[in-house]
């Protein structure tokens, strides 16, 4: 496209200086006849040739100047676009005067006072949207959060009291049979190690569920606190190298809630599904942006198909989409997983 652009626009500048020059010799003799051309008493062919090799190296010339002023004023438009795209919305647009195109003035000023205009109804738009996350939503006489939160905390009892410690008991009792395997018949002690394997994958996943149920609230603690003790209690809990970076957040508190019952749930789908065996957790905040991200070197998956049945990054992506941010997957089978979460930050707007 941008060859065409610029083979016409070529031809153009080309067309428009040959008729200036021709017009410019054909008008300095009136009485010029085609004969006069071949004549060896004058130098009008080599004249005339030399004339348009120079009519064809400006118009060459000329053609690549305006397209590159047109491409820097393309790419510097994508830039800042890119820019609103991501999320970066604190960093004011302004026209850059030393890459101005010199034939563009209005023009170029208006288009990015539009593009600055874009840029604070973003912002107004993402404070609206995270005000509006922050606030309890009521079901008759009890917020939504309060009524999830019960029923969180009865299933995670329920779980607990019942099948943890039924699998419990039988791990207990497959340790005591491996204890005397070796007095048993070869047949029974290869279903054997599948049991105890089956059983051992099952109480990682409860463990992985019970963190999951635990409260959606950060009940009084810093965002920053609450995801530490989470980790902390993680580590004593599953066997996985973890490595953490958590910077303090200043933001508004309906949004912390938010950003810790984003990382709860990409912990449990980690320590559910992933099998990694090392996990990092980054947690920063700067003036355009607070950014989530969590790296993995467990199985994968292929960002390109949709699984049914995968609530947990369903319920990522909402809440993310609901604080006005971005989140970005990139995973492949055997290679591990990268979560990237980026929320507009508009506490300094």
Not at 163 to 179: G, P, R, T
Request: with cysteine; proline share 4%.
């Amino acid at each position: 496209m941008r060859q065409k652009n610029f083979l016409k626009l070529f031809f153009t500048i080309f067309v428009v200086l040959s008729l200036v020059v021709a017009t410019t010799i054909f008008s300095l003799r009136p009485t010029f006849s085609w004969s006069d051309l071949w004549s060896p008493e004058n130098f009008r062919v080599p004249v005339l040739l030399f004339m348009g090799t120079v009519v064809f190296f400006l118009s060459l010339i000329f053609s690549w100047v305006i397209q590159y002023n047109l491409l820097k004023r393309e790419r510097a438009m994508a830039e800042n676009l890119h820019r609103l795209n991501v999320g970066n919305y604190t960093q004011p647009i302004e026209p850059d005067e030393s890459n101005k195109p010199f034939f563009m003035g209005e023009d170029y000023a208006n288009s990015y006072e539009e593009m600055e205009n874009l840029r604070l109804k973003l912002i107004q738009l993402s404070r609206e949207v995270q005000e509006l996350s922050s606030v309890p939503r009521m079901v008759g006489n009890e917020t939504k959060e309060q009524i999830l939160e019960e029923e969180r905390h009865r299933i995670a009892r329920e779980l607990h009291d019942s099948v943890s410690q039924q699998l419990f008991a039988a791990m207990m009792m497959l340790s005591a049979l491996n204890e005397k395997k070796d007095t048993l018949p070869e047949n029974i002690q290869k279903p054997l190690r599948l049991i105890e394997s089956i059983v051992n994958e099952s109480q990682s996943e409860m463990r992985a569920l019970l963190l999951h149920l635990r409260p959606v609230k950060l009940e009084g603690k810093t965002l920053k606190k609450g995801i530490e003790q989470l980790l902390v209690e993680l580590r004593t809990k599953v066997q996985m190298n973890l490595k953490w970076e958590i910077s303090p957040i200043d933001t508004i508190p309906g949004i912390e809630d938010h950003l810790f019952r984003i990382a709860q749930e990409l912990l449990s789908n980690t320590l559910r599904h992933a099998k990694a065996k090392n996990l990092e957790v980054y947690l920063q905040q700067n003036e355009q942006e607070i950014n989530l991200r969590m790296f993995d070197d467990g199985v994968g998956f292929d960002t390109s198909v949709e699984k049914s049945g995968s609530y947990g990054l369903m319920n990522i992506r909402e809440r993310v989409s609901g604080l006005g941010g971005t989140c970005k997957i990139i995973s492949f089978p055997q290679q591990g997983t990268i979560v990237d979460i980026r929320i507009p930050n508009t506490m300094n707007d």
